[in-house]
C-alpha cells in the first residue's frame, strides 16, 4: 500500500518493500518495449538511463526498487550505479508523488515579487512542507530555486507546466482545483494539465503532442525582439572562428618587421612610461646611430640622435623607473620622434640589437581636436573610453591581437576600440592586420 504523508530525507534515498515487488507479466512486455525503443536512439545504452527512470515513473509514480532493477538489467549496469543516478537528480522520486507536483520558486526575482509570500500560504493551506505529500496522494509540494521563467516572476509550476504571475491566493485556488478534480489551464503550453504518471513518460521521450496547443512565448519573452525589429537590428552574421577573432596572439613566438615586434604590445616592459619618456628616446637614438653610421640620416635626425645617445639612461635607471610607473596600453607619445617611412622595417620600427624594446616611436600630424595621438604613429589616436572615435575615424584596432576592424568586419560591432585609425593605410602602416585578411593570411 503506497503512504503520502510527511516524508524524511531517508525515505528519499530508500525505497519501502514493495516496491520491490516484480512487475505483472504484461507490464513488463510493454515495459522492455518501450525500453528498446529508448535505448535505439543512443549509440551507447547506458546513455539511456535519465529517460529510462523516466519511463520507470511513469509506470510506478516513482523510481521503485523494482525499476530500479529494471533499468540496471537492460542497460548491464550495477543496482549502485542505477540508483546514484536516481538520487542525484530531484525529479526522480524515491517514494511516492502525487498526481501533481506543485513547485514554487523562491529564487532570487520570484522571492522579491512575492514568492516567499506565495510557498508561505500554501505550505499553510495544504499542511505540508517541501517534497511532501497531502494524504490524499493528489498534491507533491517542491520549493524550487529556479522555474526558468524570471520574466514572468512570480511563476508556480504544476508537473513543469508554468502558472505565471502567481499570489497567495492564486497559488491555493490552483491546489484546491488540483485536488477537487477540476480543469486548470497552463498560462503557456498544453491547454490542459497531464498528471506526474503521463509528464514522466513525456520527458522519457514518448511525446504526446500537446506541446504547442496553447500559448507559447508571451509578450514579456518576446518584448525584446520587438524593439529590435522596430528599431532595424540583427544579429551579427556568421563566419568562421568568430570567437578567436580578438584573442590574444600567444600560441607563436613574438614576431618583428611585417608582422610588428612584440615590443609595442601593452603590458610589456616597453609599453613603461619614464620621465622624460627615456625608453621611447634610447630607442630613437640608437636607431639614430645606426641610421649615421650607414650615411644615410638626414641633418636633424642626427642631432635628434646624438642628444638622446648623450642621455640614454643607465641600466639601473631603468629599473627603478619600471618600478615607479607601471605598464599601460599606450605611451603618451609626447617624446615619441617621427620614424622614417622606408627602407626593410615598418613605421612601428625593428629595435637595434641590445636595445631597450619601447613601444612605436612615430606620431607625426595632429591628432583632431579631443583627442591625443597613439603610440602607433600619424593617423592614430587613443581610445578616450566613449566607444566613439574622431569625426570619420572608424576603423577600430586592437592592440592585444594587433588586428583592426573596419565597419565590414561582422566582429566590428562587438570590438571595443583600442586606438582609432584614420584609415585602413594607417592601419596597416602601424604593423595592424585586417581581421577579414587574418583567416586568409593564416593559409598561405
Not at 117 to 139: M, P, Y
Not at 311 to 331: H, N, V
Amino acid at each position: 500500500m503506497e503512504h503520502y504523508g510527511l516524508q524524511t530525507a531517508a525515505g528519499h534515498l530508500t525505497v519501502s518493500a514493495e516496491s520491490k515487488e516484480p512487475y505483472a507479466a504484461d507490464v513488463l512486455e510493454g515495459l522492455h518495449a518501450d525500453a528498446e525503443l529508448v535505448i535505439a536512439r543512443y549509440p551507447q545504452k547506458r546513455s539511456a538511463l535519465l529517460p529510462l527512470l523516466h519511463l520507470v515513473q511513469s509506470v510506478d509514480g516513482y523510481v521503485t526498487g523494482r525499476g530500479i532493477d529494471f533499468c540496471a538489467e537492460v542497460l548491464d549496469l550495477t543496482r549502485a550505479e542505477v540508483s546514484g543516478v536516481a538520487t542525484f537528480y530531484t525529479q526522480y522520486k524515491r517514494h511516492p508523488n502525487g498526481e501533481y507536483t506543485v513547485g514554487v520558486c523562491t529564487n532570487t526575482l520570484c522571492a522579491v515579487m512575492g514568492g516567499d509570500e506565495i510557498w508561505e500560504s500554501v505550505s499553510e493551506h495544504l499542511g505540508i512542507g517541501h517534497d511532501e505529500t497531502t494524504a490524499d496522494g493528489r498534491i507533491t509540494l517542491e520549493r524550487i530555486e529556479c522555474n526558468a521563467a524570471c520574466d514572468y516572476a512570480p511563476v508556480v509550476m504544476a508537473n513543469w507546466e508554468f502558472f505565471d504571475n502567481q499570489t497567495p491566493e492564486s497559488t491555493n485556488q490552483l491546489v484546491d482545483d488540483l485536488r477537487e478534480g477540476t480543469p486548470v489551464k497552463p498560462t503557456r503550453g498544453p491547454n490542459t494539465l497531464c498528471t506526474f504518471k503521463q509528464m514522466s513518460r513525456v520527458l522519457a521521450g514518448f511525446h504526446d503532442g500537446l506541446a504547442d496547443e496553447g500559448v507559447g512565448a508571451g509578450p514579456a519573452s518576446l518584448i525584446g525582439l520587438e524593439v529590435a525589429h522596430e528599431n532595424g537590428w540583427e544579429a551579427p552574421s556568421a563566419t568562421p572562428a568568430p570567437a578567436q577573432a580578438d584573442a590574444p596572439a600567444t600560441d607563436s613566438a613574438p614576431k618583428t618587421g611585417d608582422e610588428h615586434s612584440s615590443a609595442s604590445k601593452p603590458g610589456s616592459a616597453a609599453a613603461t612610461e619614464t620621465t622624460p619618456t627615456q625608453a621611447d628616446d634610447k630607442a630613437a637614438g640608437d636607431k639614430a646611430a645606426g641610421d649615421k653610421a650607414a650615411g644615410d640620416k638626414a641633418a636633424d635626425e642626427k642631432a635628434a640622435g646624438d642628444k638622446a645617445a648623450d642621455e640614454k639612461p643607465s641600466d639601473e635607471k631603468d629599473e627603478k623607473a619600471d618600478e615607479a610607473q607601471p605598464a599601460t596600453l599606450f605611451d603618451d607619445g609626447a617624446s615619441t620622434a617621427e620614424a622614417e617611412p622606408k627602407g626593410d622595417a615598418p613605421l612601428t620600427g625593428t629595435p637595434a640589437s641590445g636595445a631597450s624594446q619601447g613601444a612605436p616611436t612615430q606620431t607625426g600630424g595632429r591628432a583632431p581636436e579631443g583627442f591625443k595621438t597613439s603610440s602607433f604613429g600619424d593617423g592614430s589616436v587613443d581610445a578616450d573610453g566613449t566607444g566613439i572615435g574622431p569625426d570619420g575615424w572608424d576603423i577600430k584596432g586592437n592592440a592585444n591581437s594587433m588586428l583592426f576592424h573596419t565597419p565590414e568586419s561582422p566582429w566590428y560591432a562587438r570590438t571595443k576600440a583600442e586606438v582609432w585609425f584614420r584609415d585602413e593605410d594607417a592601419a596597416t602602416a602601424a604593423g595592424f592586420t585586417n581581421a577579414l585578411d587574418r583567416n586568409k593570411k593564416d593559409e598561405s
